[in-house]
Each structure stands twice: as C-alpha cells, then as structure tokens.
C-alpha cells in the first residue's frame, strides 16, 4: 500500500545518510519509477530530498532540514505498528507484514521497550468472533483490483434480499460500524456506490482496466437522515437483556422502573430493520408508546405467530 511504503522510506532516509533507488526499489518490491513517483510525493509533503546521481549518489533528507530528524516520537511510532498490525491481522497481507516487519527493524533498540508496551495497552481486532475468513479473502482480492486498476464483478444481495450482478471500479475499501464496505463506481448503474462486502458474493476480478476517474468522497455520516426520520419510542424491558439494548442505545437513556424492569427511550426509525432490531428482545422487551408502533409491533408479532401455528 503506498502510504506505509511512503511513511517506510522516510524512515529510512531518516535513519541513513543516503540511500540507492535500486536499492529502494528491491526492497518494496516496486519499480524504479514507482520510486522516483514516491519520493516526488515526499517532496510535496514538505519534506526536501536531495537526488545525486552517479556511482556514489543516492537519495537523502536535506541535512538543511529544520526539523529534527528524530521525527517519530514514541508515540508516533506505537500508533504506526499498532495500525499496521490491526490491517495485516485482518488482511493477511505479505505487504503489509513486511512494512510493519521493516517499521519494526528502524525502531531504535532504546525506544522499542517503551513502544512494545505502548501497543501492548491497545489491541484492535477487525476480524468476527465466528472467526469467518471469507471476508478476508475478499478483502484481498479488491485491494489487489483497486492497485491493479481492474474491474470487479460479482452478485450483490441488497435490501430486501434482492438478488443483482455488478460491474464495477473499485476505488477504497472502507470500514465503518462493524462492517468492511467496498466504495466504488458501479458500470451497471452509472454512479458511485457503497457495498457491504458480507453482501458481495462470486467475487471476480476480470483482465478489463480502468483509468481511475476523480470520484466524490462517499457519504459514510447519516446524521440529516437521522434528525429528519428518528424518533424516541419508550421500551419496557427486563434487566437481563440490558447488554443487547445498549448495543443500540446509550445507558443514560435507561430508567429503573422496579428491581428488574428498566425504561428506555430507544432511539428508533419506522422500517423492517428497526422493528427487528426489536424483534430480537424477544418477550423480554415491550414497547409503550408512541401507540402507532405498538400496534406495528402486535402487528408482526401476530404474523410471525401464524408461521409457527
């Protein structure tokens, strides 16, 4: 990935006095002139490298740059292994082990106690619980597509269990809220769209490149949607389910009614996922008010009854 082989090569640099581009190149497994592109980017970003061709040239940090070459604090350091430890876990990419194993081999022995111990405070786990890694696969498979340019194909399931086959350029892998999303631009309905990957199936990469188009940064905050179409119902529920409850909705919304019943105003929207989501309580959730969704929930609680009768 180009940004932990950017932050990699500053680091070298920052840790010798000069470096080959050949040398560069063999060692991320790049050509000469994905090089030469990256260090380009590092001069954009503020930080002077100076090219000297020849037998005895190289590349290198200015030594006439002001800020200390010790760039990295601890910290720094810490936040940049724990990220790339949490991506290779889920990814299990050789890339991105190797960068983290090469991050890893410029630590200075007097600082790496510290960061050990830093990382060690936080662990971020991205894979599930059922240890399912068919989202894993997929997510290497459209990382590769998206650096090789490629157009992806695949059977999507979409709300309403509606069945549909996708062509598309695939741009970022995204996650947010529990769940790995691919953004791309889908060639079957001409515009950008957001798939949730646990949805994708027959994954395919085809031969057929892409020239990357300038895309509008996708919309992952719903916030407007919620103001306009999100109400506050009140819940009555028993006490034993009150960890499943605030998977949804915060604690400071729960009321002690007695010794074994909280109240809660839940946060709520009218549609199949929400009254699911209520569902899923069982007998041991009730909902009070407002009447309208009370009579909802009788509503498919009476039709789900009819299945089993």
Not at 27 to 41: K, N, W
């Amino acid at each position: 990935m180009k940004v932990e082989r950017l932050v990699s090569i500053i680091m070298i640099l920052l840790n010798k006095k000069k470096v080959n581009a050949k040398e560069l190149a063999e060692m991320f497994e790049v050509s000469l002139r994905t090089i030469y592109r990256d260090i380009e980017a590092i001069n954009a970003a503020g930080i002077p490298i100076h090219t000297t061709p020849g037998v005895n040239g190289g590349i290198e940090i200015l030594d006439t740059y002001k800020v200390d070459k010790n760039v990295f604090s601890n910290s720094d350091l810490a936040s940049m292994v724990l990220g790339l430890s949490s991506l290779s876990n889920m990814t299990k990419d050789d890339s991105l082990s190797a960068t983290l194993a090469k991050i890893k081999s410029f630590i200075p022995p007097n600082q790496i106690n510290e960061i050990e111990q830093i990382t060690s405070q936080i662990l971020i786990d991205f894979s599930s619980w059922e240890g399912n890694s068919s989202d894993s696969v997929k997510i290497n498979s459209i990382k590769d597509a998206i650096t090789n340019h490629r157009v992806l194909s695949f059977n999507y399931i979409g709300n309403g269990g509606k069945h549909s086959s996708r062509n598309v350029e695939p741009y970022k892998l995204i996650y947010k809220g529990r769940h790995w999303y691919l953004y791309s631009y889908c060639l079957t309905k001409n515009e950008s769209r957001l798939f949730r990957i646990s949805r994708i199936n027959n994954l395919q990469s085809s031969n057929v490149s892409f020239t990357p188009r300038e895309m509008p940064l996708p919309q992952m905050e719903y916030r407007e949607i919620l103001n306009q179409y999100q109400i506050s119902i009140s819940l009555r529920i028993e006490k034993s389910i009150t960890d499943m409850v605030m998977d949804y909705c915060d604690f400071e919304y729960f009321h002690p009614e007695d010794d074994n019943h909280y109240l809660v105003d839940f946060p709520f929207i009218d549609n199949d996922y929400h009254y699911n989501i209520l569902m899923g309580f069982g007998s041991k959730c009730e909902v009070l008010a407002p009447d309208n969704i009370r009579q909802k929930m009788i509503g498919k609680i009476t039709e789900l009854t009819s299945v089993y009768n």
